[in-house]
Structure formats: structure tokens, C-alpha cells
T-cell receptor, first 113, second 114 residues
Framework: DQQVKQNSPSLSVQEGRISILNCDYT??????FLWYKKYPAEGPTFLIS?????DKNEDGRFTVFLNKSAKHLSLHIVPSQPGDSAVYFC????????????FGKGTMLLVSP | NAGVTQTPKFRVLKTGQSMTLLCAQD?????MYWYRQDPGMGLRLIHY???????AKGEVPDGYNVSRLKKQNFLLGLESAAPSQTSVYFC?????????????FGPGTRLTVT
């Protein structure tokens, strides 16, 4: 049972346009969400996060939106740059004693010049 | 700060062989994790540790053992490797803060079992 779903395996966007990556979840006990970025042959790196008590968090070109009623979050990248081309993972944490994360399968973003 | 380092970077094993993957972190983090990444499967948690001397099972623990004898090190062992364990293995570390649950990842170990 996949609790964190990224239904788009890939996304292609032109440089300068907006990239929107989507993530859906099923577990209502998730209280914290994170986005990670991964380049080939490297480990994932933290990008941005949001607590379930918020509906938006912004950091430079990156904004994450959370819709709790729909159990949906999205990552917006504006403007997109070729260096943003990577795999993006959505992750969620259950509100319990230990901080384990559940990851989605990832979306590969390709930003073309 | 080196952050999270993993040894080795690449390894090829024959079925039935054993090996240990080493993870080290210099950030004094309490929590450490081992994940595997397979094509189309995302990151799946194998085992984790919430402190020195403690370990716990994650989502896919079968065929693996772990040890956390020192706070900075987390070892992942394969006692009898199988082709199904061909994967990229990532170690991560983190702290438990009430405002952040970020994990810091190592560069990965690519393991092939033939």
C-alpha cells in the first residue's frame, strides 16, 4: 500500500516557465512533508518542507503548497532553470515517536533551454 | 564537515557472499537510516537507529542486519547476498527537532549481486 504517491514519473518544462510537481498521500497521520532533489550518482538533498499546520512555504524560487483536505501537496519552481533537472522525491513523516520518512517514487524533471 | 560518508562506493558480489557497508556522519546526529533505491521504487527504509546501541526494522529489513556501536557509525550487513539485493544503498542521518525532520544523505553505494 503506497502511502505517498507521485503519479507523474517525469515532467518536461522549458527554461523560465513554472514547474509543478505533485504528490498525494493517504495517511492522515502524516504531519510533516519534505521535498528532496536528487542528481544522478549523488545522494538526495533536502529542498524544502512544510508542516501540516501551514498551507504554504516559500524559499526563493521554490514554494510548497499543502491541501490537507485533499491530501495533496505540490512543489512549484519559478522560474525553472536547466540546473533544476533532477529527480524530485516527496516524503512524509508520521506524527509518532520516531522520525522515519515515507518516500514517494519520485518525478524526473527535465528543464530544457 | 564531511557530512555523511559511505564506504565503499561500488561493489560487485557473487550470490551467497557477505559484505558490510559502512556509514559515518560527523554532525553528531542521533538518528541514522539505511535506504535502498531501486528503479521505479523510490527510497525504501531498510533499518534505522535512534541512538547508539539501538536499531529498528524499517519497511524492507529481510536479508539485512545493522549495528550502531558508535554514535557516528551505522553498519549495514548482508550475510548471504542475493541478486534481489542489487540496488543503490543510501545512508542518512538526522536530528529530531519539533520544527524540522530533515535527513542528510550520503552519496550512495552501488551494489551488484551476480
Amino acid at each position: 500500500d503506497q502511502q505517498v504517491k507521485q503519479n507523474s514519473p517525469s515532467l518536461s518544462v522549458q527554461e523560465g516557465r513554472i514547474s509543478i510537481l505533485n504528490c498525494d498521500y493517504t495517511n492522515s497521520m502524516f504531519d510533516y512533508f519534505l521535498w528532496y532533489k536528487k542528481y544522478p550518482a549523488e545522494g538526495p538533498t533536502f529542498l524544502i518542507s512544510i508542516s501540516s499546520i501551514k498551507d504554504k512555504n516559500e524559499d526563493g524560487r521554490f514554494t510548497v503548497f499543502l491541501n490537507k483536505s485533499a491530501k495533496h501537496l505540490s512543489l512549484h519552481i519559478v522560474p525553472s532553470q536547466p540546473g533544476d533537472s533532477a529527480v524530485y522525491f516527496c516524503a512524509a513523516r508520521v506524527n509518532s515517536g520516531y522520525s522515519t520518512l515515507t518516500f514517494g517514487k519520485g518525478t524526473m524533471l527535465l528543464v530544457s533551454p | 564537515n564531511a557530512g555523511v560518508t559511505q564506504t565503499p562506493k561500488f561493489r560487485v558480489l557473487k550470490t551467497g557472499q557477505s559484505m558490510t557497508l559502512l556509514c559515518a556522519q560527523d554532525m553528531n546526529h542521533e538518528y541514522m537510516y539505511w535506504y535502498r533505491q531501486d528503479p521505479g521504487m523510490g527510497l525504501r527504509l531498510i533499518h534505522y537507529s535512534v541512538g547508539e546501541g539501538t536499531t529498528a526494522k524499517g519497511e524492507v529489513p529481510d536479508g539485512y542486519n545493522v549495528s550502531r556501536l558508535k554514535k557516528q557509525n551505522f553498519l549495514l550487513g548482508l550475510e548471504s547476498a542475493a541478486p534481489s539485493q542489487t540496488s543503490v544503498y543510501f545512508c542518512a542521518s538526522g536530528e529530531r527537532h519539533f520544527s524540522s525532520y530533515e535527513q542528510y544523505f550520503g552519496p550512495g553505494t552501488r551494489l551488484t549481486v551476480t
